[in-house]
T-cell receptor, first 115, second 114 residues
Framework: EAGVAQSPRYKIIEKRQSVAFWCNPISGHATLYWYQQILGQGPKLLIQFQNNGVVDDSQLPKDRFSAERLKGVDSTLKIQPAKLEDSAVYLC?????????????FGPGTRLTVL | AQSVTQLGSHVSVSEGALVLLRCNYSSSVPPYLFWYVQYPNQGLQLLLKYTTGATLVKGINGFEAEFKKSETSFHLTKPSAHMSDAAEYFCAVRTSGGYQKVTFGIGTKLQVIP
């Protein structure tokens, strides 16, 4: 079974530029998550999708971050414009359903450096 | 509200020694508890999880954890450390029932000394 795929793996941009990340979840997984992991911290949920609908985006900085999950499969996360404090690893995860005990499967992440 | 505290951001053990990584949680309702491992430049991988039932949970790679409600703890242990166990370990909590996001601790980096 293929895992969660993410691209690119690394991205370096200057502040005020825009950037987009892509995630392909495990086939058949209805729930998709985007996390931000700042160096030295645990992952923080940015947004959760159930199929193509948003379940939770309470911690997404909506003035600069946006995400979509067209057709309930792939997802993109965009930052525009980027700030220095956005430097982090962006992790995508998926799970079969959205139940509390359901296992989340993580992709390798995209490491973003904002100069 | 829920939270996780991992005591010790860095832990060093000798190869063959006991591994003990501490995790305490706060939750107003019965929690689901998770331990994840993250190797360099990789995503998180589930080691084990507690949902209901037996409080001693066995996971992959010889790790286990015990849910102790009275102590609000879910410490991770392994009897004998291997060099390949060197990684960062995250404890996470999610409240049962309805929708609740997962809250992660800050992580504990495990160093195994030959």
């Amino acid at each position: 079974e293929a895992g969660v795929a993410q691209s690119p793996r690394y991205k370096i941009i200057e502040k005020r530029q825009s950037v987009a990340f892509w995630c392909n979840p495990i086939s058949g997984h209805a729930t998709l998550y985007w996390y931000q992991q700042i160096l030295g911290q645990g992952p923080k949920l940015l947004i959760q999708f159930q199929n193509n609908g948003v379940v939770d985006d309470s911690q997404l900085p909506k003035d600069r971050f946006s995400a979509e999950r067209l057709k309930g499969v792939d997802s993109t996360l965009k930052i525009q414009p980027a700030k220095l404090e956005d430097s982090a690893v962006y992790l995508c995860a998926s799970s079969l359903v959205s139940g509390s005990a359901d296992t989340q499967y993580f992709g390798p992440g995209t490491r973003l450096t904002v100069l | 509200a829920q939270s996780v505290t991992q005591l010790g951001s860095h832990v060093s053990v000798s190869e063959g020694a006991l591994v003990l990584l501490r995790c305490n949680y706060s939750s107003s309702v019965p929690p689901y508890l998770f331990w994840y491992v993250q190797y360099p430049n990789q995503g998180l991988q589930l080691l084990l999880k507690y949902t209901t039932g037996a409080t001693l949970v066995k996971g992959i790679n010889g790790f286990e954890a015990e849910f102790k409600k009275s102590e609000t703890s879910f410490h991770l242990t392994k009897p004998s450390a291997h060099m390949s166990d060197a990684a960062e370990y995250f404890c996470a909590v999610r409240t049962s029932g309805g929708y609740q996001k997962v809250t992660f601790g800050i992580g504990t980096k495990l160093q195994v000394i030959p």
